[in-house]
T-cell receptor, first 113, second 116 residues
Framework: DSGVTQTPKHLITATGQRVTLRCSPR?????VYWYQQSLDQGLQFLIQ???????AKGNILERFSAQQFPDLHSELNLSSLELGDSALYFC????????????FGQGTRLTVV | AQKVTQAQTEISVVEKEDVTLDCVYE???????LFWYKQPPSGELVFLIR??????QNEISGRYSWNFQKSTSSFNFTITASQVVDSAVYFC?????????????FGPGTSLSVIP
């Protein structure tokens, strides 16, 4: 058990809909990452927060947004969903950003139908 | 820009063989961190090792060893006497000082199958 909790584990939704993925980091970790893992694209970096502040952004679509709350949990919002958004979404946390190892949640499997 | 290449998409070995997974990275920074992660069939990502750019010492942990060579920008991972439980996708990752280490970029991964 990595200590990182992601909910829900599975999500099936229709095109055009909006969903929210939730992540609780490991106790004490200030940094939260979001990654998208598609079958053909490996682990794509989406966004990173440190203590509530957005620190780094990857190729995150404008339809996607995220935030980290004062209690350090994070949410990833995906809107106007398309079939191609179907993927495994991972949250990870670390104590000092990319200076330290990240601990990953079990992921949320999103299926857009 | 930071980039990680893992040229081997899939590797199959017979149990007890040694196998090396290649990782080549690109960065303009002199200060950076490299990581290896394992993703077994169950799907979770597990941290294996972290190395910073100032520490070129090779590391051995049981059957696992890592060879870091700045001269060739490589951070290769060797499994000695492979076992079926080593079957997984292995990812190499990089963070660099230029982005305050906040952006951790992963390579495409190498899928290792260990055949009994």
């Amino acid at each position: 058990d990595s200590g990182v909790t992601q909910t829900p584990k599975h999500l099936i939704t229709a095109t055009g809909q909006r969903v929210t993925l939730r992540c609780s980091p490991r106790s004490g970790d200030l940094s939260v990452y979001w990654y998208q893992q598609s079958l053909d694209q490996g682990l794509q970096f989406l966004i990173q927060y440190y203590n509530g502040e957005e620190r780094a952004k990857g190729n995150i679509l404008e339809r996607f947004s995220a935030q980290q709350f004062p209690d350090l949990h994070s949410e990833l919002n995906l809107s106007s969903l398309e079939l191609g958004d179907s993927a495994l979404y991972f949250c990870a946390s670390s104590s000092l950003g990319g200076r330290t190892e990240a601990f990953f949640g079990q992921g949320t499997r999103l299926t857009v139908v | 820009a930071q980039k990680v290449t893992q040229a081997q998409t899939e590797i199959s070995v017979v149990e007890k063989e040694d196998v090396t997974l290649d990782c080549v990275y690109e960065t303009r920074d002199t200060t950076y961190y490299l990581f290896w992660y394992k993703q077994p069939p169950s799907g979770e990502l597990v941290f294996l090792i972290r190395r910073n750019s100032f520490d070129e010492q090779n590391e051995i942990s049981g059957r696992y060893s890592w060879n870091f060579q700045k001269s060739t920008s490589s951070f290769n991972f060797t499994i000695t006497a492979s076992q079926v439980v080593d079957s997984a996708v292995y990812f190499c990752a990089l963070s660099e000082a230029k982005t305050s280490y906040d952006k951790v970029i992963f390579g495409p991964g190498t899928s290792l199958s260990v055949i009994p």
